[in-house]
């Protein structure tokens, strides 16, 4: 005993420090084997004492383990916790109901309720309570919201835009534009927006001081109830987030409006190719408010539009936007004739220019009929192919 404890001593320098578990637990071991009480030097009886009585629990904690049934799969146990996840109602017993019934799984509620992941207790928020991304899918034709995008006049004035949209049909409602925003413009907003008689029974905005106890008790007037969305979670309001970055990247970074009604009249102009003519891939793809004709039925090839019809174009927004659209032709139109696009006269004459200026030596140039023309001759008489040598210089160009 005197030796093990000159060792420890001589190992630590003289320096005092605490033992190791194994230094402890040869201590203990040598002091069953001799008396103790008089040969401890470097630490108390007690202490020792206090060593053997830890020993002692460990060992029965060993001992008295649970020794059940064996658990289950790893893959099961996976199973049951993604179950859980995903329906946060469910209990353990019809966690094990559904894998009993309609999986050919043996497992108890007691063995469910084991590998089942265990949720924080929140004040105020009981357990299994639905997720928010499940509340918006369930309420969606009945949620409206609304928020602020900015912009940025020539002389660094802010302007901003209100926008307002449903969220089931991600249709915009109401679009408007001010230099100086405030509580009661944003009610009135709301209140023009908002039909009495539209169904409308929640209002999603977030916490700016715009959105005041005033606007939200108006909006109790008008029978909504208004969700707020958390602090610093806009992933809360995230259809109205994602709204407004399109509008940035669709319009408000590429313009740079000189008065607050050219930038109001750009706007409402987008929403309403945002509306009609704007295809969503979360609709199917589809429209919000689908123009007349919209959306075309399929055709029977993949990859072509009708032999009768071309594709025409309109521009919006001065060009920065374009919708199309299918034209029906004559029959006895050419094939070149489906992708033509609705561009003015000039620009066609400079496009034929640019594109006989990179013919080969011998081109073939399809002859046009005088504008005096009748679409019915041009039927009865298809256009004639006639073939030309390539010519020394522009003005050599056949007409």
Known sequence: MLEKQLASCLERGLKPSTLSDPQRLSLVLLAKLAGFRDAVVIVKPRTLIAWERKIKAFDWWIRSRRRGRPPLPRELQLLIRRMALENPTWTAGRIARELGT????????E????????KPARRGVPRGDQQWSSFIHNHAKV?????????MRLRFQV???FVMMEIGSRRILHVNVTDHPTAEWTTQQLRTAIPADAGYRYLLHDRDSIFSRDLDAAMGRLDLKVLRSPVR?????AFVERLIGSLRRELLDWVIPLTENQLRALVHEWAEHYNRERP???????????????PVPRGEHRHRPPANSRVVSKPVLAGLHHEYRLEKIAAQATRSSLFAQSVPRSAQSRSTSMRLHLTPNIFLDAVRPSASDSLANRTNNPPVTTAHPAPSSFQDWPT
């Open 102 to 109: 309609k999986l050919p799984v043996d497992a108890d509620t």
């Open 111 to 118: 063995s469910v309720r084991k590998y089942m992941p265990r």
């Open 143 to 151: 949620i409206v919201a609304c928020d602020f995008a900015v912009s």
């Open 159 to 161: 302007l901003y835009v």
């Open 233 to 237: 979670a806009p992933r809360a309001n």
């Open 280 to 294: 969503h891939m979360s609709l199917g793809p589809g429209f919000p408010h689908p123009a007349e004709g919209l």
